[in-house]
């Protein structure tokens, strides 16, 4: 047979005889856990209300473990200064930080305080700027070397050669367009209408022209016409000393390459010396219709333009070299005297 017995009042029962009798001993396992028990949680701040946190720490157990602990972390340090990668970790630690903490003062000195004041913003410091504009400096260190062995193998005393002597003395800009969507037959009497003519002159005639690409021509003018002005420092006028003292200032008549004649007043003027067409890549396809039900693929090309920009004291060399060396021609004669060559006894035929 089963016992019915209300679990409140065993509970009950066992409390009351654990209250009024004051040398009873503990309750058994199976009624301790019959008993009623009332949660007791604790909020604070900074430490305040944790009371039961001193009788923990305090037992011989958790100051065992702190002391386990303690121990296991002076070993692993140990183990980290003799057991690294290097018995030198340290000091090259120290020196890192050292470093980054210098690089910290040059970049907040530099005027980079703010979120900008890293190495990657726009810092004027020695080192980042020597970093920007010398990205290599073994291949720089190897370059050098080779041109002064080339100075020590060649004579000081011989003048440049003619090329670099122009180079030293005349400047140019070379420019190309983006790929355009025309073709180089109709390109190419554009870049024949700009050739030879100032960069003013050839604005002004695409400005007014009809072709569709003249446009594009136009713009592609001035682009290179304000790159060459920023990168070379050219078109920037003449100083008057200089204009003052060549031709006693007044304009020179040069003949161009192609036979006109022109006046020149400020040699540094820029002008259009070279202009050439090259293909593109294909921008498409599409079928093109023909009679008797026939069809064929036609490509839709594209092309660009290259300038080349120069002064005009190029032109005016030219012209002085070419009067030159006509000077120096000699004087031509109908009928030269010399030896008759290349004459037989017999007849050809």
Same mark, same amino acid.
């Given at each position: 047979m089963s016992l019915h017995l209300p679990a409140r009042r065993v509970a009950a029962s066992a409390a009351a005889r654990a209250t009024t009798s004051s040398t009873?001993?503990?309750?058994?396992?199976?009624?301790?856990?019959?008993?009623?028990?009332?949660?007791?949680?604790?909020?604070?701040?900074?430490?305040?209300?944790?009371?039961?946190?001193?009788? +923990? %720490?305090?037992?011989?157990?958790?100051?065992?473990?702190?002391?386990?602990? #303690?121990?296991?972390?002076? $070993?692993k340090q140990n183990m980290d200064r003799t057991q690294g990668t290097s018995i030198f970790d340290e000091e090259i630690k120290d020196s890192e930080r050292t470093r980054r903490a210098e690089q910290e003062k040059q970049a907040e000195a530099g005027g980079g305080g703010g979120l900008g004041g890293g190495i990657g913003s726009a810092t004027r410091v020695k080192e980042h700027v020597e970093r920007a504009e010398n990205p290599d400096p073994r291949w720089r260190v190897r370059f050098l070397k080779k041109k002064l062995m080339q100075m020590a193998r060649t004579d000081p005393t011989r003048p440049l050669p003619r090329e670099q002597r122009i180079r030293l003395s005349e400047k140019q800009h070379t420019s190309a367009s983006p790929p355009l969507p025309t +073709? %180089?037959?109709?390109?190419?009497?554009?870049?024949?209408?700009?050739?030879? #003519?100032?960069?003013?002159? $050839?604005?002004?005639q695409m400005r007014y022209s009809k072709k569709k690409m003249a446009r594009e021509v136009k713009w592609q003018l001035e682009d290179a016409r304000d790159r060459a002005?920023?990168?070379h420092g050219m078109g920037l006028g003449a100083p008057a000393a200089a204009t003052a003292t060549q031709d006693n200032g007044k304009p020179r008549k040069i003949q161009t390459k192609d036979g006109r004649w022109i006046e020149v007043r400020d040699p540094t003027t820029l002008y259009?010396?070279?202009?050439?067409?090259?293909?593109?890549?294909?921008?498409?396809?599409?079928?093109q219709y023909h009679a008797r039900s026939r069809m064929s693929m036609e490509w839709r090309p594209s092309a660009s333009i290259s300038l080349v920009l120069k002064e005009e004291k190029t032109r005016i060399r030219k012209h002085d070299e070419k009067v030159e060396a006509q000077a120096k021609k000699a004087p031509w004669v109908h009928l030269p005297n010399r030896p008759v060559t290349a004459q037989r006894q017999y007849y050809s035929w």
């Open positions: 009873s001993t503990t309750p058994s396992l199976h009624l301790r856990y019959l008993l009623p028990r009332t949660q007791r949680r604790n909020a604070g701040w900074f430490g305040w209300g944790r009371g039961g946190e001193s009788a +923990s %720490t305090n037992s011989p157990l958790a100051k065992e473990l702190t002391r386990r602990e #303690r121990e296991q972390m002076l $070993a +073709s %180089t037959k109709k390109l190419v009497h554009l870049s024949h209408q700009i050739v030879g #003519r100032t960069v003013d002159e $050839a604005i002004t002005i920023a990168a259009v010396d070279e202009s050439w067409v090259t293909k593109g890549p294909w921008r498409g396809q599409r079928i």
